[in-house]
């Protein structure tokens, strides 16, 4: 089993930065990647960044490429999604997600990331 436990969400005005961490606990020897997806209301979830822990090799999805960066701690077990130049579109829940050998696939709880006008 793994436990991801998400923080840094909250609202922030359009323009400014966010960055939101993800500390991973239990099952961590395998990890194949992490990433971050968002969910907005109304709409399906989506992958934003996500990053082969063992390479480092990044994936952004085309709306966030320029402004949002993926990094990884592996000695914390940790990644982190730096977010600059917020959109109201970036509104969404953003859920951290892990990938194992397997494939198991884990999920944090979500943080809400409000960006207003």
């Known amino acids: 089993q793994v436990q991801l436990v998400e923080s840094g969400g909250g609202p922030v005005q359009a323009g400014g930065s966010l960055r939101l961490s993800c500390v991973a606990s239990?099952?961590?020897?395998?990890?194949?990647?992490m990433g971050w997806f968002r969910q907005a209301p109304g709409k399906e979830r989506e992958l934003v960044a996500r990053?082969?822990?063992?390479?480092?090799?990044?994936l952004y999805a085309d709306s966030v490429v320029g402004r949002f960066t993926i990094s990884r701690d592996n000695t914390e077990n940790a990644v982190y999604l730096q977010m600059n130049s917020l959109k109201p579109d970036d509104t969404a829940v953003y859920y951290c997600q892990s990938i194992h050998y397997g494939p198991q696939i884990y999920w944090g709880q979500g943080t809400q990331v409000t960006v207003f006008s």
């Open positions: 239990g099952r961590t020897f395998d990890t194949y990647t």
């Open positions: 990053i082969t822990w063992s390479s480092g090799s990044t």
